[in-house]
């Protein structure tokens, strides 16, 4: 499931071609990352039209710093995490806007009985409230090694941590979301 993520000499092949203007060779990069991507940015969005909207973005951003691009020992796919950080900070600068209640509350639910829809909502609501309250590196830990599944050696590649770095800091970003939880619940 997690082929790729990790520095592929594919990769840079791939890279090295994109680099002398093979526009297929970076399609071949595309395909490989954009389920990653884009479902790193939906998590963040919450909207799958923003979300795809924001992974084109992404991948016009790489393609275009794709001439600047210096293989660093780290995978392609730590370099297009940053992009969309960083794209995903450009959108909330220019909307200025943050999560609404009613947005949550038109999430689908996947539960067949309408009352524990309605719990499994509340514990969705309660737990994004909770996450949007911690610090920002907590809420990315937890999004990358528990939303996506990331495994934590990914994690520390993304976040330029050591592995055992990933693990503490998600232990702590655990036991804070517990206690927001907890607090919100009271």
Same mark, same amino acid.
């Given at each position: 499931?997690?082929?790729?993520?990790?520095?592929?000499?594919?990769?840079?092949?791939?890279?090295?071609?994109?680099?002398?203007?093979?526009?297929?060779?970076?399609?071949?990069?595309?395909?490989?990352?954009?389920?990653?991507?884009?479902?790193?940015?939906?998590?963040?969005?919450?909207?799958?039209?923003? $979300? =795809?909207?924001?992974?084109? !973005?992404?991948?016009?951003?790489?393609? #275009?710093?794709? *001439?600047? +691009?210096? &293989?660093?020992? %780290?995978?392609?796919?730590?370099?297009?995490?940053?992009?969309?950080?960083?794209?995903?900070?450009?959108?909330?600068?220019?909307?200025?806007?943050?999560?609404?209640?009613?947005?949550?509350?038109?999430?689908?639910?996947?539960?067949?009985?309408?009352?524990?829809?309605?719990? $499994? =909502?509340?514990?969705?609501? !309660?737990?994004?409230?909770?996450?949007? #309250?911690?610090? *920002?590196? +907590?809420? &990315?830990?937890? %999004?990358?090694?528990?939303?996506?599944?990331?495994?934590?050696?990914?994690?520390?590649?993304?976040?330029?941590?050591?592995?055992?770095?990933?693990?503490?800091?998600?232990?702590?970003?655990?036991?804070?979301?517990?206690?927001?939880?907890?607090?919100?619940?009271?």
């Amino acid at each position: 499931m997690f082929e790729g993520l990790y520095a592929d000499p594919a990769d840079a092949e791939l890279i090295a071609r994109a680099q002398d203007g093979e526009t297929e060779a970076f399609g071949e990069l595309y395909e490989r990352y954009v389920a990653l991507i884009f479902r790193y940015v939906l998590a963040r969005v919450n909207s799958e039209s923003d $979300a =795809e909207d924001l992974t084109e !973005v992404v991948f016009m951003r790489a393609f #275009e710093a794709l *001439p600047r +691009y210096k &293989e660093r020992g %780290r995978p392609f796919s730590a370099f297009l995490y940053q992009v969309a950080r960083n794209a995903l900070v450009d959108h909330y600068r220019q909307q200025r806007k943050t999560e609404s209640i009613e947005a949550i509350e038109k999430l689908p639910s996947l539960e067949p009985d309408p009352d524990e829809g309605l719990l $499994a =909502e509340e514990r969705a609501i !309660v737990l994004r409230k909770a996450l949007a #309250e911690l610090p *920002p590196d +907590y809420q &990315e830990v937890i %999004r990358l090694r528990i939303m996506l599944s990331l495994p934590t050696a990914v994690v520390g590649e993304w976040l330029g941590r050591s592995e055992g770095a990933v693990r503490v800091l998600l232990h702590r970003a655990l036991k804070a979301l517990r206690q927001n939880t907890v607090v919100s619940n009271e």
